[in-house]
Nanobody, 115 residues
Framework: QVQLVESGGGLVQAGGSLRLSCVASGRIFSIGARGWYRQAPGKQRELVAFISSDGSTNYAVSVKDRFTISRDNAKNTVYLQMNSLKPEDTAVYYC?????????WGQGTQVTVSS
């Protein structure tokens, strides 16, 4: 079994920063891509950023130049540094890992940005 545990969410004022972390544990053989998604109330879950196994990154247009995804392979961790936060960034943020032929999701962490 593989578990993903997220941390780092919270309440922040517009213009502030937060750093999300997601740690994978369990039977991990080979981690492929890692990503962050978010889901705001009444909206579909959307991709925020992902980092491929070769280290290349991709971002949603809405967060490009404000958010940075990174990873620590030794710690089976993926991070999302979020700067210049806006009220429209308010959502539950989920991480996911591709491990082998499976995709695993974290439980989600709430990020609330006040205006």
């Amino acid at each position: 079994q593989v578990q993903l545990v997220e941390s780092g969410g919270g309440l922040v004022q517009a213009g502030g920063s937060l750093r999300l972390s997601c740690v994978a544990s369990g039977r991990i053989f080979s981690i492929g891509a890692r990503g962050w998604y978010r889901q705001a109330p009444g909206k579909q879950r959307e991709l925020v950023a992902f980092i491929s196994s070769d280290g290349s990154t991709n971002y949603a247009v809405s967060v490009k130049d404000r958010f940075t995804i990174s990873r620590d392979n030794a710690k089976n961790t993926v991070y999302l540094q979020m700067n210049s936060l806006k009220p429209e960034d308010t959502a539950v943020y989920y991480c996911n890992f591709v491990i082998g032929a499976s995709i695993y999701w974290g439980q989600g962490t709430q990020v609330t940005v006040s205006s």
